[in-house]
């Protein structure tokens, strides 16, 4: 049986570093699941999550807070939520704006439309 091609210190950094990259892409994704909390809708774990990423059900949470950040500069993310409301898949998103305004935002995960967006009391 031949032997697998060995790879020099450059193309293990590389390999390694493209692991980590993707490793790190999940994060803003597992830190939606992990700091959800009750809400109306049936939430969504984190397994399950990442199926639907893979089966491109969900858009990238990246480009939701991207789009949350472009309507709403200088804000901080407080929260974020995944959860299935009627049949339909909705980040849940809390932020702090600029002028220290609670926002949440409702956006369907499939096409990143705003449902909602109002002021928290």
């Known amino acids: 049986m031949p032997k697998p091609p060995r790879c020099s210190t450059t193309e293990r ?10 490793a790190l892409g999940l994060l803003p994704l597992l830190a939606c ?16 999550a990442l199926e ?6 969900l858009m990238p949470l990246e480009t939701i807070l991207v789009s949350v950040s ?19 898949f909705i980040y849940e998103v809390e932020i702090l704006t600029h ?10 995960a499939g ?4 449902i909602k967006d109002e002021l928290e009391d």
């Open 13 to 22: 950094k590389v390999t390694t570093r493209a692991t980590t990259s993707r």
């Open 33 to 48: 699941l992990l700091f959800s909390s009750a809400a109306s809708g049936r939430d969504i774990g984190p397994g399950e």
């Open 52 to 57: 639907l990423r893979k089966k491109k059900a």
């Open 70 to 88: 472009e309507r709403y500069p200088d804000s901080r993310l407080l929260e974020v939520e995944l959860e299935e409301e009627k049949g339909r």
């Open 99 to 108: 002028r220290q305004q609670i926002r949440e935002l409702e956006i369907d």
């Open 111 to 114: 096409d990143g439309t705003i």
